[in-house]
């Protein structure tokens, strides 16, 4: 009885982990009310967010920019990769291409209390700007990134959680090879959601 009620709550937490997923994944590729487009003039950096587990192990960077419009003077606070500023900015934190560079992303309003508390310390500091999305109305540029990994990663899960049946109830006669890659897809599929949560 203890078995089923456990394995019960563990199929119950797998599928809402999907759900999540699939849901998320979904909802912010057909959002056209929160995805923005506009144009920034200068941009430098505000904050590198390290994320590890227990401390230890490094799971990801997120890194967060200021973006200004010099034409409306609206700061746009910005979730873009690692190479995103110097790619599109010289040293002197000016577009590299004239008139600006025009950037597309999901703005979320962030609610974790100690990004939330860090961003506004830094933020608040800068004066004559606007925020035309909210001081911590943050643009993700790799929105679409995020969730086109949550979507390869339900279809990983699930031949995970499959094959994990396969093999239990082949046993001996289940082929080495399909072990092997069980493995290798569970593997990838686990550190793939531990990236994509973080």
């Excluded at 700007?129 to 699930?158: E, I, S």
């Excluded at 399909?178 to 973080?198: D, G, H, N, P």
Aim: glycine share 10%; hydrophobic share 45%.
């Amino acid at each position: 009885m203890k078995e089923k009620a456990r394995n019960g709550i563990l199929i119950l937490f797998g599928v809402g982990v999907l759900v999540y997923l699939f849901a998320t994944a979904i909802i912010a590729l057909t959002d056209r009310q929160n995805v923005h487009t506009v144009t920034i003039h200068e941009a430098c950096g505000v904050l590198e967010l390290e994320h590890s587990i227990n401390g230890l192990i490094p799971i990801g960077t997120d890194y967060y920019y200021l973006g200004v419009d010099d034409e409306t003077g609206y700061g746009y606070l910005i979730k873009g990769s690692k190479k995103w500023l110097e790619k599109n900015f010289d040293e002197n934190y000016q577009s590299l291409q004239p008139g600006g560079v025009q950037i597309k992303g999901l703005v979320k309003t962030i609610t974790e209390y100690k990004l939330e508390r860090e961003l506004t310390d830094r933020l608040s500091q800068l004066e004559g700007l606007q925020y035309p999305y909210g001081l911590l109305g943050c643009m993700d540029l790799n929105y679409v990134r995020t969730a086109v990994l949550k979507l390869a990663d339900v279809f990983l899960l699930l031949f995970a959680f499959l094959g994990f049946r396969y093999v239990v109830k082949g046993k001996d006669s289940t082929p080495p090879w399909f072990i092997k890659v069980w493995l290798v897809t569970l593997i990838v599929s686990v550190m793939l959601l531990i990236v994509i949560i973080r």
